[in-house]
């Protein structure tokens, strides 16, 4: 094959080549123009007295209205185009949980039944079916925060945080090998910046 066949051939391959990718599927545009910047947490602060107590009433009326379309594709899936939010069966808390298939499972609930407050949940640790290992106590705006393992698996990771000397928000992360957009090898940092969006939205309501 001369060189002139043969240059025309590799220019006709790389044509090709080109026009099947462009025709190819196109991935959907992420709503985010960057990745959301993680968390830092600070020291660990006494469970009580919590200086500044949330008002959660906001959240109790329409949990699922907690988090922005952005704050969704941020924690979430992006884009969060097929997130469903759902309103939590169970009558031992109220809350919501963010369902997609292309991310993690997302629950933000106010637990009614114990524990209920990091006190209680501190308490609870020895008799736990995972003894809530490894646990973490740290903050997060002033607010006492405690990054624990509720479930066994390695993609789960959960953060309670206490809005107030008698009640706590609770935040999970649960994968089942899910991938995560964000999060996917720092879910613990995946819901520390979900539970500080709820934070910033729950005081500036």
Known sequence: MTSTKYAALLCAAIITTAALTAC?????????????????PGAAIPFTPVKQPLDLTSFEKAP???LTKEQ??????????????????????????????????????????????LAELAASRPTSTHNLEPWSEVSLD???????????GPDDCDVAVGVSDTKMLHVSYGGDGTPS?????????????????????????
């Not at 002033?142 to 066994?152: I, L």
């Not at 957009?181 to 309501?205: E, I, P, S």
């Open 142 to 152: 002033g607010y006492p925060t405690v990054v624990y393992h509720q479930g066994s």
């Open 72 to 117: 969704v594709a941020a924690v979430v899936a992006d884009p969060p185009s097929d997130v469903r939010p759902t309103l939590g069966d169970n009558s031992a808390a109220v809350g919501c949980n963010w369902i997609s298939r292309s991310g993690p499972l997302v629950i933000i609930s106010e637990p009614l039944a114990g524990p209920v407050n």
């Open 24 to 40: 190819g599927p196109k991935q959907p545009t992420p709503t985010l123009t960057q990745p959301p910047t993680p968390v830092q």
């Open 64 to 66: 699922c209205q907690i």
């Open 181 to 205: 957009r964000y999060w996917d090898k720092n879910r613990c940092g995946g819901v520390l910046k979900t539970a500080d969006f709820v934070l910033n939205n729950l005081r500036h309501h």
